[in-house]
């Protein structure tokens, strides 16, 4: 079984022992069914992960000594920010946790007019943190050990008046742009944002005024897809044309 890999929201340093966070405990525990002297690795989602093993177990507490520092590149150098129309429930969770996985750098969900989702201010805060839960996790998963931010869900309107995204695109059913007969960004390491509508799709209008903020529309090719395919597909392309695939 591959060395199980644990996101610890202290920072991480080597020869210190740390208590693993309650949700930790119970993974690490009753799902891992680790052992005292079992080892992991451990991250803070700031950079580098830390080898350890399991110390101490107790019926509420589990803690581990940590034994390293090690500093692998994880990170892909293409910055690509993924604005996701938010979309139902697993759609939504499908779509953050492979654009981790495909090693996007940030993520903002977006409303947009056909949006079917809509939320109080105090579900949108508790349904944000699940989707950071999300990418926390795949984090665990895939190996990488800096955690991409999720920010806070804001319309699309209001993203693309304060969008800094240096390149972008849009992925618009009816362009005839394919992503792979764009020339390469310059330079990749600066931000480059593509938006990817909800379940519905966008509108027209959504599309125009994101071209006229400056965002390029591209095509996914002759099919119509998913939204949380849709976003797998544009960002795969994206690092094998430009990125570290």
């Known amino acids: 079984m591959p060395i199980?890999?644990?996101y610890s929201e202290s920072k991480l340093s080597p020869n210190s022992t740390i208590e693993l966070s309650e949700a930790s405990r119970r993974h690490v525990v009753q799902v891992l069914r680790l052992k005292q002297n079992d080892h992991l690795v451990l991250f803070d989602g700031n950079g580098g992960e830390f080898p350890a093993t399991i110390d101490h177990i107790e019926k509420r507490s589990v803690t581990a000594l940590i034994t390293?520092?090690?500093?692998p590149e994880r990170e892909s150098p293409l910055a690509i920010h993924l604005f996701q129309g938010i979309s139902k429930g697993e759609r939504m969770d499908y779509a953050i946790q492979k654009a981790v996985e495909n090693g996007v750098r940030e993520i903002t969900p977006v409303f947009c007019e056909r949006s079917v989702v809509k939320l109080d201010q105090k579900?949108?805060?508790k349904k944000t943190g699940?989707?950071?839960?999300?990418?926390?996790?795949?984090?665990?998963?895939c190996g990488r050990n800096i955690v991409p931010p999720v920010?806070?869900?804001v319309t699309l309107h209001k993203m693309l008046a304060d969008n800094n995204s240096k390149q972008g695109f849009i992925l618009d059913p009816k362009s005839r742009q394919r992503l792979s007969e764009l020339p390469p960004p310059k330079p990749v390491t600066e931000s480059i944002g593509i938006i990817v509508g909800p379940e519905g799709g966008l509108t027209d209008q959504e599309i125009i005024?994101?071209?006229e903020r400056g965002f390029h529309g591209?095509?996914?090719g002759p099919r119509i897809l998913r939204t949380e395919t849709a976003s797998v597909v544009a960002i795969t392309i994206m690092q094998t044309l430009w990125g570290d695939l």
């Open 4 to 6: 199980p890999r644990i």
């Open 68 to 71: 390293d520092r090690e500093n």
């Open 123 to 125: 579900r949108l805060d």
């Open 130 to 141: 699940h989707w950071r839960k999300v990418v926390i996790s795949a984090c665990e998963q």
């Open 151 to 153: 920010h806070a869900p």
């Open 209 to 211: 005024s994101a071209h």
């Open 218 to 220: 591209v095509t996914m």
